[in-house]
């Protein structure tokens, strides 16, 4: 501001017949607003006088985060109190908004606006989030402010704060957008913040999932472990034929069996819609109590095997009229959606994993019925676009002539032996804009990314981080978001880790890496001298460029700690491959026992920061 001055009363003086210009930057600086001035607020944020908690949430966080950015403190005044005509931030569906054009009950419960007059800003949108999206795209958009992971934040600092006029709106590409898991400390607010689904009241929740849980319901829906087994008995023919016999797995009786139901059963469908009929009656009063929105989705989930389905006459016929099991499955849940139509809004989503994947030959989906597809035989390390993926692009394109509510189950880790991730590296960064957007193009409804390992998921700060903002707009500029994020988080080392992240996929699709989201250890090709090594170096360059700042110094080696990880478990092969190249052992230019202390001293730096003593006793432990 003060600079731009100065620029405009030099160009005055020396352009003194330059007319044009001067005109032109003085009504630049008139079409600024001024919200703050040398530490003092000149704005006031109006509210509505009748508001919801969550636009009472959205004036608390743009007060609190412009008293950061200003060090002004800001008041919040209600509407009907506000009697003056002082320049205001008008937040939710004020009068004032109504007033100038802003017709509420055409907005979605997500959609949001931003615009300004000759004084004032209006932040508005629909119920119950609209508003809340508002302020925080106005926060992070227009002010700079940004939230990279739920401990870390960047504000800019500026007593003096000036801002263009605004006219801005959107809403999320897809309503279901889910990370599991983000965890840790700060998980809550940084999901809001990052509008990611999810259900607390004052960020203007939703309950995700009715019912028992939110996958592999198939038991569940019956109840618990010995419920399951006494209907196994008193209901034979409810569980499937398999081999000749009805079967019950004989060690879980829940989400993991390795059985179904036969779900061609009429009596077992009439029970299935009699438990969910309770659990949405049971759904809608939590919601009005907790006052969020009642279930988004009830999953009707196969269990989480590969097949375990029943292949009794009735459910064969269906199967093969179909050519795809998946015909069985969409029928079931077809016929509970029909019977509950009248009784909610919430989709029932059909999972499809493994053997369900495949779509079926000729029916439909009710239009109250989605789909959760899972991708298990794609290559992580590339688009679903990619000529290695042609199986689940396939899967996508047959289901999105079939439902017009369509959610992936996405993998951003790797499960290996004892279903421990693997966490090593791999480029799936990439992935994400290209994969959105091809979802988006074929009924997208949402997406889940199935992203444990809250402390050594390879790059995870980054790729949480860019998860939630692909997740709401697929079509942002991904190099640009990637610049933002290393820039701002990594400071001065962002160069360092681009160049990392760009090794990391030259070597990938250099050693023609197949990594579908169960990959054994040897899938991981390129983890070898010639990409391990300058990759070490490269983070150490990286530590350099930063000096003495130990906060960006811990961020830093966190993002390399899934290859310090692949470092310590190859290290016998590396060094191997270093003499079979004819070189000497003491000349292996990384010395093991270092990287060994670094790893465990990064390890114990992420716990300490994501799960602080006393409220995260067991993660720590873990
Ligand atoms: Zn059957």
Redesign the pocket.
């Known amino acids: 501001m003060r600079n731009k001055l100065i620029l405009t009363i030099c160009l005055t003086a020396l352009l003194p017949v330059a007319g044009v210009w001067t005109a032109q930057a003085l009504a630049e600086e008139q079409a600024r607003m001024t919200i703050s001035d040398n530490g003092n607020a000149l704005m006031k944020v109006v509210i509505a006088a009748e508001h919801t908690l969550p636009e009472k949430t959205a004036a608390e966080e743009l007060t609190v985060y412009l008293k950061k950015i200003t060090g002004a403190d800001f008041q919040i005044q209600k509407e009907s109190e506000f009697k003056d005509d002082s320049p205001a931030l008008y937040v939710g569906q004020t009068a004032y908004a109504r007033r100038n054009g802003v017709g509420f009950t055409r907005l979605g419960d997500e959609e949001w606006i931003v615009k300004s007059d000759k004084n004032n800003i209006i932040i508005t949108g629909g119920h119950p989030r609209g508003t809340l999206y508002g302020v925080y795209h106005f926060l992070e958009d227009n002010l700079g402010v940004r939230w990279w992971t739920p401990q870390t934040e960047s504000v800019p600092r500026n007593s003096s704060l000036t801002i263009e006029r605004l006219d801005r709106s959107g809403k999320p590409r897809f309503a279901y957008r889910d990370i599991y898991l983000v965890g840790g400390q700060g998980a809550a607010e940084f999901s809001a913040r990052s509008r990611l689904s999810q259900n607390i009241p004052k960020y203007g929740g939703q309950i995700l999932f009715g019912g028992p849980g939110n996958c592999h319901t198939m038991y569940s829906f019956l109840g618990k472990s010995d419920e399951v087994r006494k209907l196994y008995q008193n209901h034979p023919d409810w569980f499937?034929?398999m081999d000749g016999v009805r079967k019950l797995d004989s060690i879980h009786q829940d989400g993991g069996a390795q059985t179904q139901l036969?779900?061609?059963?009429p009596e077992l469908r009439k029970f299935f819609v009699e438990r969910i009929r309770g659990f949405i009656k049971e759904d809608k009063e939590k919601a009005a109590r907790q006052g969020i929105q009642p279930p988004m989705f009830y999953a009707i989930d196969q269990n989480d095997c590969y097949d375990g389905f029943?292949?009794?006459?009735?459910?064969?016929e269906i199967v093969k009229r179909e050519e795809a099991i998946s015909g069985l499955a969409l029928e079931f849940t077809n016929y509970i959606a029909e019977s509950l139509k009248n009784e909610t809004n919430a989709t029932f989503l059909m999972m499809a994993e493994h053997v369900l994947e495949q779509p079926p030959r000729l029916m439909k989906a009710l239009p109250n019925v989605g789909l959760r597809l899972c991708d298990t035989t794609s290559n992580t390390i590339y688009p679903w676009t990619h000529s290695d993926n042609t199986r689940h692009r396939a899967n996508i394109d047959g289901w999105s002539k079939i439902t017009n509510r369509i959610v992936i189950w996405d993998y951003s880790i790797h499960y290996g032996g004892e279903f421990a991730g693997i966490n090593l590296p791999f480029p799936n960064e990439r992935t994400f804009a290209p994969d959105l957007q091809y979802l988006a193009g074929h009924n997208g409804c949402g997406i889940f990314f199935e992203h444990e390992e809250m402390l050594r998921g390879d790059m995870r700060d980054l790729k949480i981080w860019l998860e939630a903002k692909l997740a709401e707009n697929p079509y942002l500029d991904y190099r640009a978001l990637v610049k933002d994020f290393t820039d701002g988080f990594y400071g001065a080392a962002g160069d360092k880790i681009r160049e990392y992240i760009a090794l990391k996929e030259k070597a990938a699709d250099k050693g023609k890496a197949k990594l579908t989201y169960f990959p054994g250890a040897n899938a991981f090709s390129y983890l070898d001298c010639e990409f391990v090594i300058p990759a070490m170096m490269m983070f150490d360059e990286a530590e350099k460029t930063i000096g003495a700042e130990p906060e960006l110094l811990k961020r830093v080696r966190h993002a390399r700690l899934s290859l310090d990880r692949a470092f310590l478990v190859k290290t016998g092969t590396l060094k191997s491959e270093w003499k079979k190249q004819g070189r000497d052992e003491k000349d292996f230019p990384i010395d093991s026992n270092q990287v060994l202390v670094r790893y465990k001293q990064t390890w114990r730096d992420a716990c300490e920061q994501k799960f602080p003593a006393g409220k995260f006793d067991k993660a720590r432990a873990e």
Do not use: A
């Not at 029943?310 to 064969?316: A, E, L, N």
């Open positions: 499937p034929l036969c779900l061609s059963n029943c292949k009794c006459d009735k459910c064969m």
